[in-house]
């Protein structure tokens, strides 16, 4: 990710031709994420009633509240590039800042929900759809801490007064958009599926 947003950065705003590189990363990503929603499904319907009985225990209200959170940071970002796209740089840093303060409230809140759930005695290895979950919910959280560093690393070049090429802006919001969209996924499929 460094060297993608360093390229992108050095390129400039002349460059807007679409970055290619990060589009085969959002290609590769939503596919591996799709070949687990389709393991979790598939062993969703040949254990139901376990697979009910586990998601019962989940927090649907902290889930929806996280998304809610993350539906926010996505808006603030599209304000962003507009912002960004008319070098609005005052604008564009308040929508960044919206969106990473955003990123930390669900970060904040998905360990908080970790923290009440392996205290509940629910683990990774406590049963399959908790397994399922901790990894689903473990490697979508990554997701957002690396969301989280490029978001940083595009208002620290506002901030500063650099000119930051409109591809950068666009590709670091479609990376923050397939971030929102695996969480809409998994907070569908997992804590609401999961308990229909």
Request: charged fraction near 15%.
């Amino acid at each position: 990710m460094t060297s993608f947003a360093q390229n992108s950065r050095d390129k400039g705003a002349l460059n807007d031709k679409p970055d290619w590189g990060m589009w085969l990363f959002i290609l590769l990503d939503m596919t591996t994420f799709g070949l687990f929603f389709a393991v979790f499904l598939w062993e969703m319907s040949n254990h139901r009633d376990s697979f009910n009985a586990d998601a019962a225990h989940l927090m649907i209200p902290l889930g929806l509240i996280n998304t809610l959170v993350l539906l926010t940071s996505s808006y603030a970002v599209v304000l962003a590039v507009h912002a960004g796209k008319a070098r609005d740089t005052g604008s564009a840093a308040r929508h960044l800042r919206l969106a990473l303060g955003a990123a930390g409230l669900f970060f904040t809140i998905k360990m908080t929900e970790y923290t009440l759930e392996v205290r509940g005695g629910h683990t990774l290895t406590s049963s399959p759809f908790f397994s399922f979950y901790f990894i689903l919910t473990g490697i979508h959280l990554l997701h957002i801490c690396i969301g989280t560093i490029l978001l940083s690393n595009w208002r620290n070049d506002v901030i500063r007064g650099k000119k930051v090429a409109e591809r950068w802006m666009e590709s670091v919001a479609a990376y923050w958009h397939m971030v929102d969209l695996l969480w809409l996924v998994i907070y569908s499929l997992v804590y609401i599926g999961s308990n229909a």
